[in-house]
C-alpha cells in the first residue's frame, strides 16, 4: 500500500545527514562534557559547535542558546523563568488565546501561584492584534508571549510590530517558534524578541531536544537545579548526540531554506486549489497570505474531520486534525473556536503539513483519496441530505 505522509507540524523524519552526524556520539564519542578530560573535552567541543549552528540560523550568538528537551521545556522555563525572576517588579502576563498547549497551561499554573494572566483575543484569520497587546499592558506586566506561527492552521503573527511595543515599554518578550524554526527566516533581531523556542524534530532533528533562545541582559531564573551545566540556567548532563544532530539539521535548514520554502509553498497552493476545485462546502483556515508555505487547514462541512482521518489512514495517508498534543482530545479546537468557527465546523477540520519528501504525486493521490471519502461520508450524512433545504454552509 502506497504512504503518503502530511503531518510534518507533528513532527518529521530525521535526515541521514543527522543520523550520521549523531552516530559517533553513542559509543565512540560518549563523554560527560563536563568533566575534564580529553573524553569531555571531546564531547564538549561537539555541544559549542552545534550551539554555533543553532545560534546561526536565527542570528543569535552562541551564548544565547540554552538546549532543553523541547520546545515545552522551551516554553515552561521561558514563562516560569521571567516569571520567578521579575516578581517583585509584577505579575501580570499577556498572551495570545491561541497558543500551543504548553504555554496556556504554563499560564494557568502561574494563575493558581498569584499570578495575573490576559489572554488576547484573535480575528478570524488566526491574528493578533498589536494595538491589543499595547492596550492590555499595565505597570504590573513582566512578560508578553505571543507565537511566532500557529501550529495549527499556520498563519504568522506580527511578532516584529509586537515586539517593538514590548521594548518600548520595557517588557520581555517571548515567542514560541518551534513552527518557524527552519520553515522560514527568522532572525531574532529583526523579530525584537528576548526569548524564543524552538525544537529539533520540527526540522528533520531528533526528538528530545530543544533550545531557548535568551537575548543578552534579559533576567531569567533557572528552571533545573543542580550542576553548572548551560550557564548554569540548566542542570543534568546534556544530551550531546541529541545536540549534535539539533546542530546538523539547524546547519541544513540554513543552507536548504529558500529551496525548502519554494517547495512547500507550490505543492501547499496545488493543495488547497485542489481541495476547492473538487469538493464543496469547504472553507480554508487561518490566513491565506500570512501563512507557513507548509501549512493547508481547511473545514470540510457535513463530515467529522476524524472520520476522514481515519479513512485516510487506511489509504495509507497520514494527516491531522488539529495538534498532536490535543490529538486524544474530543473537545474542538481551541485555536478554530478563538477564530470565532461554531463547534460543528471545528469537528470538521483537516490539517495537512508539507514536508520535503513530499512530492506531485503524493498530492494528486491525497486529493483523489480525499475526494473520495468526503463523497462517502457525505453520503451517509443527514446533514448533507438537508444541506439544500437548510442552505447551510461552512463558515469562510
Known amino acids: 500500500m502506497r504512504r503518503v505522509y502530511l503531518d510534518y507540524a507533528a513532527t518529521s523524519p530525521v535526515r541521514c545527514e543527522v543520523v550520521k552526524a549523531m552516530q559517533p556520539y553513542f559509543s565512540d564519542i560518549f563523554g560527560n562534557p563536563s568533566s575534564m578530560h580529553a573524553f569531555g573535552r571531546d564531547a564538549k567541543v561537539a555541544i559549542e559547535t552545534s550551539r554555533a549552528e543553532v545560534a546561526h540560523l536565527i542570528g543569535a550568538e552562541p551564548g544565547q542558546i540554552i538546549f532543553t528537551s523541547g520546545g515545552t521545556e522551551a516554553n515552561n522555563f521561558a514563562i516560569k523563568g521571567v516569571a520567578c525572576a521579575k516578581q517583585e517588579k509584577g505579575d501580570h502576563i499577556i498572551?495570545?488565546?491561541?497558543?500551543?498547549h504548553s504555554v496556556l497551561e504554563t499560564c494557568r499554573f502561574l494563575q493558581q501561584q498569584g499570578f495575573k494572566v490576559t489572554y488576547l483575543p484573535v480575528d478570524r484569520y488566526g491574528l493578533v492584534d498589536p494595538s491589543e497587546v499595547k492596550r492590555a499592558i499595565t505597570k504590573k506586566t513582566i512578560l508578553v508571549s505571543v507565537m511566532h506561527a500557529n501550529n495549527e492552521i499556520g498563519t504568522i503573527e506580527p511578532i516584529a510590530e509586537i515586539g517593538k511595543i514590548t521594548r518600548q515599554e520595557g517588557i520581555c518578550f517571548h515567542t514560541d517558534a518551534v513552527q518557524t524554526f527552519g520553515a522560514i527566516p527568522v532572525n531574532v533581531n529583526e523579530l525584537n524578541v528576548d526569548l524564543l523556542s524552538a525544537s529539533a524534530h520540527k526540522l528533520y532533528g531528533p526528538k528530545g531536544v530543544g533550545m531557548l533562545?535568551?537575548?543578552k541582559g534579559i533576567r531569567i531564573s533557572s528552571f533545573l537545579h543542580g550542576g553548572e551545566q548551560e550557564g548554569r540556567k540548566r542542570a543534568g548532563t546534556?544530551?550531546?548526540?541529541?545536540?549534535?544532530?539539533?546542530?546538523?539539521?539547524?546547519?541544513?535548514?540554513?543552507?536548504?531554506?529558500?529551496?525548502?520554502?519554494?517547495?512547500?509553498?507550490?505543492?501547499?497552493?496545488?493543495?488547497?486549489?485542489?481541495?476547492?476545485?473538487?469538493?464543496?462546502?469547504?472553507?480554508l483556515n487561518g490566513?491565506?497570505?500570512?501563512?507557513?508555505?507548509?501549512?493547508?487547514?481547511?473545514?470540510?462541512?457535513?463530515?467529522?474531520?476524524?472520520?476522514?482521518?481515519?479513512?485516510?489512514?487506511?489509504?495509507?495517508?497520514?494527516?491531522?486534525?488539529?495538534?498532536?498534543?490535543?490529538?486524544?482530545?474530543?473537545?474542538?479546537?481551541?485555536?478554530?473556536?478563538a477564530t470565532g468557527l461554531s463547534p460543528e465546523v471545528c469537528h470538521g477540520t483537516l490539517r495537512f503539513s508539507i514536508g520535503c519528501d513530499t512530492t506531485e504525486d503524493d498530492i494528486n493521490y491525497v486529493l483523489e483519496e480525499l475526494v473520495k471519502t468526503v463523497k462517502r461520508l457525505r453520503e451517509m450524512?443527514?446533514?448533507?441530505?438537508?444541506?439544500?433545504?437548510?442552505?447551510?454552509?461552512?463558515?469562510?
Open 287 to 337: 490566513h491565506s497570505g500570512l501563512r507557513l508555505p507548509n501549512n493547508v487547514n481547511v473545514a470540510i462541512a457535513f463530515i467529522e474531520g476524524e472520520s476522514v482521518l481515519l479513512n485516510l489512514d487506511l489509504a495509507g495517508i497520514a494527516v491531522s486534525t488539529g495538534s498532536a498534543c490535543s490529538s486524544n482530545s474530543l473537545e474542538p479546537s481551541h485555536v478554530l473556536l
Open 238 to 283: 546534556e544530551n550531546v548526540a541529541g545536540i549534535v544532530g539539533f546542530g546538523k539539521a539547524a546547519d541544513l535548514a540554513l543552507n536548504e531554506l529558500n529551496e525548502r520554502i519554494e517547495h512547500a509553498r507550490k505543492l501547499r497552493d496545488k493543495l488547497i486549489k485542489g481541495i476547492f476545485y473538487h469538493i464543496e462546502d469547504v472553507g
Open 213 to 215: 533562545y535568551v537575548r
Open 381 to 396: 450524512s443527514p446533514l448533507y441530505k438537508e444541506k439544500h433545504k437548510n442552505g447551510r454552509s461552512v463558515q469562510q
Open 95 to 100: 498572551t495570545a488565546s491561541i497558543e500551543h
